[in-house]
């Protein structure tokens, strides 16, 4: 870039300070949290004095009734919604590459992403329980029911309904990897010369192209998996409670006022770490495995690859998922204004809003605190995430494989194993309750999906322009304030929208941090859901998806506005 000015070297002194910063705000307290639960795991809780290490939360943990049941549950609803996730996102992204679907999909694909899963879940439980819109649809005319069916489906002791509703949840965010990876190994081209070959579609594309972006979309299966082994909400929603899912059985002891109890849930989230772990490790063996017995069968030259079943199945599975999540967000907006819904009726019989009207005052209060965390956490995390890539820039180096890995360490850990014992900092830093408590544990999670947002088309842009700023002078601030962000508006709206919504869905990192105090709409809608009046629960489910799609529809309108611009000035 030629020579540096001294007002340049002193600008990126500045920038270098933005990685040692973002190392500070996201995983200093997870490394913090994680130490302050595994002490207590072995009775001693930080800032309480001296006290010898003992084994006994461990004993009671283990002797405590329904863990076996519940670990079972967890494994079987967390590693089965990654396997069957992974497997159709694959098949979808094998079979309609290019096609008219796909185009539309990704159009929808960001309202998709921003429905939050507890919101999700209401709508889920809504739709498929026995007195749900679905039985109502068949009812009577076709199962002669005139009262809902004597059967469990949400809440049922295998797990299922948790099962598909993680599946329908978590498959948005694997296409959005998928697609996105394929833009950096020229999936397109490399397609195009695997079918003159002779390769059908489905067949190139898990020879061609899945090999060389799997390493890319790791990281994210990982992410999936971690969640899906350590989901709260959902699992307070749809999971089993007879046990319950290993998470919500430790989230309850962690609630339990005797010290005992809080001390046996530490070494129970402790616990959970380990196996959240081993799955990853057991995943990463079966990878290897996998490539190793594929190895002759990528080399054969067999040219097809049950190309009309997977299309189909993978067609039928998508467009079931599809229908699910929009009849289960809209069963929220039939709900919050309904009256009367008597079963078998397939819609109310009346409508009303006397029930918004009733608890409009806590409602605000929620949208309010709920709106001011997610603003600040995400502009905190824009700011940071610019400084980094910035700093990126100047440096010219981008980030590595093991940064890569850090910044998604807050999305592989489990959140209640290292939240509980962010909780007990706070406290020793007097904190506890506060709102930059909330802001900071939102942070955590805000934090990696800027970053992942923002970076490609922060590193897409052509250098070119900096180049001709830098040689007429420009100092860095001001080519980025006029350079760099004018082009990037676009972009940068939509991570903020993106870290918004991801703010709005945080329950643990809520509760812990908040110690109940600031009662945002997420932890409403959980604690709706055990009241008994499905319309409140539904108000508070709709107003949880509102508020991030509102956001987004804004980011997508400066994104198009932007875009506009662009085009008519060439």
Not at 287 to 315: P, Q
Not at 440 to 453: A, D, E
Not at 527 to 551: E, F, K, N
Request: charged share 10%; hydrophobic share 55%.
């Amino acid at each position: 870039m030629g020579s540096i000015s001294p007002l340049r070297t002193g600008a990126r002194r500045w920038l270098r300070l933005f990685p040692p910063v973002t190392v500070a705000l996201f995983l200093a307290p997870i490394a913090a949290g994680l130490m302050g639960t595994v002490l207590p795991s072995f009775g001693y809780l930080p800032g309480s004095g001296s006290a010898p290490l003992t084994l006994t939360p461990w004993r009671d943990f283990f002797n405590a009734p329904g863990v076996e049941s519940a670990l079972l549950a967890t494994m079987v609803t967390g590693v089965g919604a990654t396997v069957l996730s992974v497997l159709i996102a694959v098949a979808v992204s094998a079979s309609w590459h290019g096609t008219r679907a796909v185009s539309s999909l990704r159009k929808w694909l960001a309202p998709l992403l921003a429905a939050p899963h507890a919101a999700f879940a209401m709508g889920f439980a809504f739709l498929l329980a026995p007195s749900g819109w679905l039985v109502r649809t068949i009812s009577p005319w076709a199962t002669g029911w005139d009262r809902p069916p004597d059967f469990i489906f949400v809440q049922d002791p295998n797990g299922i309904a948790l099962l598909i509703a993680l599946v329908c949840k978590e498959i948005f965010f694997l296409l959005l990897m998928i697609w996105a990876a394929l833009g950096q190994v020229k999936a397109d081209r490399l397609l195009d010369i695997a079918r003159t070959l002779g390769y059908r579609p489905v067949s190139a594309w898990c020879k061609v192209v899945l090999p060389l972006i799997y390493p890319q979309i790791r990281l994210p299966v990982y992410a999936v998996l971690a969640y899906s082994l350590s989901v709260v909400d959902m699992a307070i929603i749809l999971g089993p409670t007879a046990p319950p899912t290993l998470s919500v059985l430790i989230l309850t002891w962690f609630q339990d006022p005797a010290p005992a109890m809080r001390f046996q849930g530490a070494a129970g989230a402790v616990f959970l770490l380990m196996c959240v772990f081993l799955t990853i490790a057991m995943w990463r063996a079966a990878e290897c495995l996998g490539a190793k017995a594929t190895r002759d069968w990528l080399t054969s030259g067999a040219r097809r690859f049950a190309d009309t079943a997977v299309r189909w199945i993978s067609g039928g599975a998508m467009i079931a998922i599809l229908a699910v999540t929009v009849g289960a967000l809209s069963t929220l907006v039939l709900w919050s204004i309904t009256n009367v819904w008597r079963f078998p009726d397939f819609v109310p019989s009346s409508f009303s809003l006397e029930v918004w009207q009733d608890i409009w005052p806590r409602l605000r209060e929620s949208i309010v605190i709920t709106s001011i965390v997610a603003m600040v956490s995400a502009s905190i995390a824009i700011v940071v995430t610019l400084g980094c890539l910035e700093n990126e820039q100047w440096n010219g180096k981008p980030t590595g494989r093991r940064s890569l890995t850090l910044l998604y360490l807050p999305l592989v850990v489990p959140q209640i194993s290292f939240l509980f014992g962010l909780q007990i900092m706070f406290v020793m830093m007097n904190m506890d309750g506060t709102w930059s408590a909330v802001i900071w544990g939102h942070l955590i999670f805000v934090l990696p999906y800027t970053f992942l947002v923002l970076s490609d088309p922060y590193r897409a842009l052509d250098s070119r322009y900096a180049r001709a700023a830098s040689s007429l002078g420009a100092s860095p601030l001001r080519l980025f304030w006029r350079i760099r962000a004018p082009l990037l508006l676009g972009a940068i709206t939509i991570s903020f929208s993106v870290g918004f919504a991801v703010s709005v869905t945080q329950y643990l990192a809520t509760l812990f941090p908040s110690v109940g105090r600031l009662p945002t709409l997420t932890t409403e809608a959980v604690i709706s859901v055990s009241g008994g009046d499905r319309r409140v629960a539904a108000i508070y489910g709709l107003t949880q998806l509102a508020l991030p799609l509102l956001v987004f529809g804004a980011a997508m309108m400066v994104s198009i506005r932007r875009a506009r611009q662009f085009a008519g000035s060439k």
